[in-house]
């Protein structure tokens, strides 16, 4: 069974930086896809990044492009989701998200691409 822990939970005023961190345990995630969701509350979860297997390519919503970056060592079962010039509407709960089996073929900015999930943490930017 796949496991994954997110962490990096923290306050931050507006214009500030965070990172987050999310450690796969179980199983070598080393093959798979990982991303990054978030869910702010009365709202659905939304897509904010994902990194392929080898790490050679990410993608990211258009609300966080150019902000975010994903990254991952594979040999420490890691990826990590840089956040820079946080704004309020960035206040959510992250989850970090990882998929069975790597496919050219998934649209990995669905939840549905995913297999397992992270609790979450909650990211608080304040204005």
């Known amino acids: 069974q796949v496991r994954l822990v997110e962490s990096g939970e923290g306050l931050v005023q507006a214009g500030g930086s965070l990172s987050l961190s999310c450690v796969a345990s179980g199983r070598s995630l080393s093959n798979n896809a990982m991303g990054w969701f978030r869910q702010a509350p009365g709202r659905e979860r939304e897509f904010v990044a994902f990194?392929?297997?080898?790490?050679?390519?990410?993608d990211y919503s258009d609300s966080v492009k150019g902000r975010f970056t994903i990254s991952r060592d594979n040999a420490k079962n890691t990826v990590y989701l840089q956040m820079n010039s946080l704004k309020p509407e960035d206040t959510a709960v992250y989850y970090c998200?990882?998929?069975?089996?790597?496919?050219?073929?998934?649209?990995?900015?669905?939840?549905?691409?995913?297999?397992?999930w992270g609790q979450g943490t909650q990211v608080t930017v304040s204005s």
């Open positions: 998200a990882a998929d069975k089996v790597w496919s050219y073929f998934k649209d990995y900015k669905r939840l549905s691409s995913y297999d397992y």
């Open positions: 990194i392929s297997w080898s790490g050679g390519y990410e």
